[in-house]
């Protein structure tokens, strides 16, 4: 489980704190598969308790959200490519069924997102809770973009 900042943790004033939002921790904007070597570094500062680094829940869901748009996006591609002309001739053929196959998009969505926050928790980055106020329907209309927040093509 990722860790969640709570009136509990007592910040060192000798500790750097810094807080990051979506765009530094999205990896719809972020290569994280070049990115090892700073999160090692980051996670070595955290541990030595010389680095918090916090962000929200809002930030999480909005990475979520991209997750789950980008990878039905990239979904739709692939399913053109397996069903294009030139790869007819493929399928028939055994060693190529993984590639030409049916996908299962919720599945690699989900995975997708816990696999942010396995990246998430290994670094070490504290999620800021909302507070007492419950914006749980607010969050779910935004995210949904349900009225006041407009519709899908526009927010």
């Known amino acids: 489980m990722i860790r969640y900042m709570s009136e509990n943790n007592l910040i060192n004033e000798n500790v750097l704190v810094a807080f990051v939002d979506t765009s530094a921790l999205d990896p719809m904007y972020n290569d994280y598969s070049h990115m090892e070597h700073q999160f090692a570094a980051l996670k070595k500062h955290i541990d030595s308790k010389k680095l918090i680094l916090l962000t929200h829940e809002i930030a999480i869901r909005e990475m979520e959200n991209h997750i789950r748009d980008e990878v039905y996006k990239q979904l739709e591609k692939l399913s053109r490519v397996q069903s294009s002309k030139e790869l007819v001739l493929l399928k028939s053929m055994k060693k190529y069924a993984p590639l030409l196959g049916a996908v299962d998009k919720e599945t690699i969505i989900a995975d ?44």
């Open 112 to 155: 997708s997102i816990k696999a942010l926050r396995a990246q998430l928790k290994k670094i070490g980055i504290l999620i800021l809770k909302t507070g007492t106020i419950s914006v749980k329907s607010l969050l779910d209309d935004y995210f949904s973009s349900r009225p006041p927040f407009g519709s899908k093509s526009k927010k």
